[in-house]
């Protein structure tokens, strides 16, 4: 089960860092990653990260502003969101893949487990 959290409501130019931790005994997905949906819009890449060695991939409209990192330990995932924008302004999920086909491009249809969501508003 994937829980994410740390959404909210923040002015243009603030930051964000959403969290998404795992549950179970045993979790080792081969890369996990965030993506969002804005109302009216199709569901669309953010970012995402290779969990046993740490590669990160980014979407060009996030790319210098957003940092995914994770802690293994601690079986979470994190998005920071920095410069935020009205245009970022999404629900956002996390999500696991068991598989390295898809993960640097953020192929929605292979990632296989979701999180509940987490509504980030960015105003202007």
């Known amino acids: 089960q994937l829980q994410a959290s740390g959404g909210g409501l923040v002015q243009t130019g603030g930051s964000l860092r959403l969290s998404c931790e795992a549950s179970g005994r045993t979790f080792d997905p081969y890369g996990m990653g965030w993506f969002r949906q804005a109302p009216g819009k199709e569901r669309e890449f953010v970012a995402a990260i290779n969990w046993s060695g740490g590669s990160t991939y980014y979407a060009d409209s996030v790319k210098g502003r957003f940092t995914i990192s994770r802690d293994k330990a601690k079986n979470t995932v994190y998005l920071q969101m920095n410069s935020l924008k009205p245009e970022d302004t999404a629900v956002y999920y996390c999500?696991?893949?068991?598989?390295?086909?898809?993960?640097?491009?953020?192929?929605?249809?292979?990632?296989?487990?979701w999180g509940q969501g987490t509504q980030v508003t960015v105003s202007s």
């Open positions: 999500a696991t893949t068991p598989r390295a086909y898809g993960l640097a491009a953020g192929v929605g249809s292979l990632f296989d487990y």
